[in-house]
């Protein structure tokens, strides 16, 4: 349910301070980069974009490395 949670959370953040989210997933160099963009109006879209993939990304990461470690 935590984990649930926490995923909401970063998806809201991606979609309304894509920024930030890159932050909570320790990639603070797209983050910067991300709030550039964002800066923009045209580029909110894309930077929102951009996080939510991140963010698929991350956590797609995070159940591989689970199921590496439950192998084990």
Same mark, same amino acid.
């Given at each position: 349910?935590?984990?649930?949670?926490?995923?909401?959370?970063?998806l809201?953040?991606?979609?309304f301070? /894509?920024?930030?989210?890159?932050?909570?997933i320790?990639?603070p160099?797209a983050g910067?980069i991300c709030?550039?963009?964002?800066?923009?109006?045209?580029?909110?879209? /894309?930077?929102?974009?951009?996080s939510v993939?991140?963010l698929?990304q991350?956590n797609t990461?995070?159940k591989i490395?689970?199921?590496?470690?439950?192998r084990?």
């Amino acid at each position: 349910m935590h984990d649930e949670q926490d995923t909401r959370m970063r998806l809201l953040l991606a979609i309304f301070l /894509p920024w930030f989210q890159f932050f909570t997933i320790g990639r603070p160099f797209a983050g910067i980069i991300c709030l550039i963009l964002q800066i923009t109006v045209i580029g909110w879209i /894309p930077a929102a974009i951009w996080s939510v993939y991140a963010l698929s990304q991350y956590n797609t990461d995070k159940k591989i490395s689970r199921a590496l470690d439950n192998r084990r």
